[in-house]
C-alpha cells in the first residue's frame, strides 16, 4: 500500500518524498519498521524525485546511525528532527544536529517544531548550523512569520526554508521561502503541486485562491490527531492503510466528516 501511495503522489506530480517525516508516525515505529519504510520508498521512487528520510532520536548516537542507515539505503537526503524527554541546551542542540550533519555526505534537512518538542532550535544555533557545507534547509514549523524571516536574514543564503504544514505556505514562499514539505500532500498532491507552482511563478493571487480552501485540511490536522487524520483521508480515498498505532485513536466519526469535508472542497475525493 506504501509503494502504490508513493507511485500516485509521484503520478500526481510532487517533486520528493519524506518517509518518517513529522505528518506520519515516525515516534511509533520500532527500528526495523522505521528501516521498512525508508526501504519501500526508496524502490518505489525509482530515482524519479529525491528521497529525504527522517532521522529523529533522543540521543545522538542513535541518530547518527539511523542517518547512516537511510544513506547507505540510498536516501538522497536527511530529515532531523531531535526528540527530547528533557530540556537540551543550545549548545547540546547543535551538537547533535552538527553530529548528523559530519555523519553522512547527503543534504540535511532541519526539522524544527517547538509544539511538540521540549527543545527548539533557537535563532543562533541555526546560524552556527549553517557552517556545515551539508545542513542547507530548514523546515520550520513555529508558525512565526517572524521567526521565518529572521531565519531567512540570517541565514544570508547559506540555507533555504522551507514552509511546513502548520504554516500558510504562499505566505512563507511570498517572504523568501524555497518551497513546503506538504504533509496535505499525502492526501492532496495533485492541489498542493498546484499551490507550489503559483507561489514560483509568482501569482500570489491565484495562490491565495487555491490556499484558502486548502487550509481546510489543516484545521481538520490541528482538531484531530494528525496521524488519525492522514490515515483517515486515505482511507476515504480507497488506501487500506489502517488506524494509528495505540495508543493513538482511530479518526472520529466527527473527524471524518470534518476530513471528508475539507477533502471534497478541494476535489480531492
Not at 125 to 142: G, H, W
Not at 150 to 174: E, T
Not at 193 to 221: H, I, T
Amino acid at each position: 500500500m506504501l509503494a502504490r501511495l508513493c507511485e500516485d503522489l509521484i503520478g500526481a506530480g510532487v517533486h520528493g518524498l519524506t518517509p518518517l517525516g513529522s505528518t506520519g508516525e515516525f515516534a511509533y515505529l520500532s527500528r526495523a519498521q522505521k528501516r521498512r519504510v525508508v526501504e519501500v520508498v526508496i524502490e518505489a521512487a525509482a530515482g524519479r524525485v529525491p528521497v529525504v528520510a527522517g532521522v529523529a532520536s533522543t540521543t545522538t548516537a542513535d541518530a547518527v546511525d539511523q542517518a547512516r542507515e537511510w544513506e547507505r539505503l540510498g536516501a538522497d537526503g536527511i530529515l532531523a528532527v531531535l526528540e527530547a524527554y528533557f530540556p537540551i541546551a543550545d549548545d547540546g542542540v547543535h551538537a547533535y544536529f552538527k553530529a548528523i550533519g559530519e555523519a553522512v555526505a547527503s543534504p540535511v534537512v532541519l526539522d524544527t517544531n517547538p509544539s511538540f518538542q521540549r527543545s527548539d532550535l533557537s535563532l543562533p544555533v541555526i546560524e552556527r548550523l549553517t557552517c556545515l557545507p551539508n545542513i542547507r534547509y530548514i523546515k520550520d514549523a513555529s508558525a512565526n512569520t517572524g521567526r521565518l524571516l529572521s531565519i531567512i536574514n540570517g541565514v544570508q543564503g547559506r540555507m533555504q526554508v522551507f514552509a511546513a504544514s502548520s504554516h500558510i505556505p504562499a505566505c512563507v514562499m511570498l517572504i523568501g521561502g524555497a518551497g513546503w514539505m506538504a504533509g496535505p500532500a499525502c492526501v492532496a498532491p495533485r492541489q498542493s503541486v498546484e499551490l507550489y507552482e503559483l507561489c514560483r511563478r509568482g501569482d500570489w493571487a491565484g495562490a491565495m485562491a487555491k490556499q484558502r480552501p486548502l487550509w481546510a485540511l489543516n484545521q481538520a490536522f490541528a482538531k484531530h490527531n494528525l496521524a488519525a487524520c492522514i490515515k483517515g483521508g486515505l482511507e476515504l480515498q480507497g488506501y487500506a492503510v489502517g488506524a494509528p498505532m495505540p495508543p493513538q485513536a482511530p479518526l472520529s466519526p466527527e473527524g471524518v466528516q470534518d476530513v471528508r469535508r475539507a477533502l471534497t472542497a478541494i476535489g480531492a475525493l
